[in-house]
């Protein structure tokens, strides 16, 4: 299996997705891990711009060839943009997890709380 | 993945980069490193690709009478072959006539049939023959000792000739070969709905049968395939997985098999209780779904009625169509719901999902393509 890429410089969940600060809204999409585990994604559907999502709960799915997961929220917040791309290249989450497949763009309620996710050494550690 | 069954290629799956997992009890490449479900079975709708299948179980079937005692026991007729062709047929119980298994029967002569049935019923269905066999039938598991591979897709002659392999004989037939020394059986058959071959070898000479097929496939452009891309596959056939369209719950009758039972013979396992089922017209069938919308039925889902209210059936395999890029399934209806063209609803994940009833396959049987068509 390829290497998993952890960048140093974003955030992470338990439930494998990451986080990128960008001034005061915050990137979200699922983890290199994440998009190894499910192989081919087919279908991306995400929240309408302007709902609200709260921190650890669904908000989303990721559907690939096999099996359906569940894209949780990062943060309680307030969600900006979702990735446009996504409807029609959902395969921009396979090659692409940390750039063009990000998912939603979201306004947290209190910025400081992207402190209390995983950093890259955590994630790193948990997944062994 | 402790406990499972290891192929003679496993070592190699796993130097490809292959996620295995648990089929049947054995340890199978699921996809491959590179490659992917929808790329796997791209390489095949398109050009070839190579599968390692030798988890499917094989059964000699030997002595005098060994193939009039497979006859009087499974479904198909096999008068309506000769010698050098494959059947499908389907193994019965012979009281309530679900299906212990679907297989593959090679007819070599009236005394000597290989029977290929899948992996986790092998055992049964020797146990059952075995139960039923004169003193001069020898029923022989082979299921270790003989390894299975599958070229698929329409480039797959180029590949096999360039081993010096034989091709070009009628679907459902084979060839007996002889290959650096290894005896080789090519049959023109899959699983794919493309052009392909079979090709049952000797465990301890399969690594190298497999090596030189890959660098002839790779030659062609085409990928190693796993199971993944076997089930996108046969799904859009609408051909039937045992433990999912076919099982001791259901009856060849409802799985729309009927074909491949000979309703005509004097005796096959469970031909009371189906020929009744067949009068009177079964009680549930099995049709295929198109997704109208955005979403995949998954195998376990309800399908309710156009309205949305009343359950009309089960999911038994769904997934994403990757030649039509949509949502596909197999689903088990109410006798009253499976007029074809007309409007379902699948509950996924409390979602309604609009799917049309339709008669499988969902996309062209090429089985029978001319070479590179």
Known sequence: MAEIAVPGDLHYTRDHEWVR????????????????????????????????????????EVESTKSVSDVFAPLDGTVVETNPQLGTAPELVNSDAY?????????????????????????RAMLG | ????????????????????????????????????????????????????V??????????????????????????????????????????????????????????????????????????????????TVEITDLHQRLGVLAVQGPRCDEVLTGLGLPVG????????????????TVCRSGYTGERGYELIAPAGDLPKLWDALLDAVRDCGGLPCGLGARDTLRTELGYPLHGHELSLEITPVQAGLGWAVGWRKPAFWGRDVLTAERAAGPGRLLRGLVALDRGIPRAGMTVLDGAGGTPVGTVTSGTFSPTLEHGIALALLDAGSTALDTE??????????????????????????????
């Open chain 1, 99 to 123: 750039g063009q497949g990000w998912m939603i763009l979201l306004r947290p309620d209190a910025p400081a709380a992207v402190e209390g996710l995983i950093d890259a050494d955590g994630y």
């Open chain 2, 1 to 52: 993945m402790d406990g499972l069954l290891r192929t003679p290629l496993s070592d190699r799956h796993e130097a490809l980069g292959a996620r295995l997992g648990d089929f049947g009890g054995w340890y199978m490449p699921i996809e491959y490193d590179g490659g992917g479900v929808l790329r796997e079975h791209r390489s095949v709708r398109g050009g070839v690709g190579l599968f390692d």
């Open chain 2, 169 to 184: 004989h009628p679907y459902l037939s084979f060839v007996e070969a002889v290959w650096h020394g290894a005896a080789v």
């Open chain 2, 54 to 135: 030798s988890h499917l179980g094989k059964l000699a079937v030997t002595g005098p009478g060994a193939a009039a005692l497979v006859d009087s026991a499974l479904t198909n007729a096999l008068d309506r072959i000769g010698p050098g062709r494959a059947q499908y047929t389907l193994c019965c119980d012979e009281w309530t006539g679900g299906v212990v298994d679907d297989l593959l029967v090679y007819l070599r002569s009236a005394d000597d049939v290989l029977l290929v049935p899948n992996a986790a019923n092998c055992a049964e269905v020797g146990r059952r023959l075995a139960a039923a066999v004169p003193a």
């Open chain 2, 344 to 373: 379902v609803v699948v509950d996924v994940r409390g979602r309604p999902l609009r799917c049309r009833v339709v008669r499988p396959p969902f996309v062209e049987d090429r089985t029978k393509a001319e070479p590179g068509a």
């Open chain 1, 21 to 60: 600060v960008e001034g005061d809204l915050v990137r979200m999409g699922i983890t290199d891990f994440a998009q190894d585990a499910l192989g081919d994604v087919v279908y991306v559907n995400l929240p309408a711009p302007g709902s609200r999502v709260s921190a650890g709960t669904a908000c989303g």
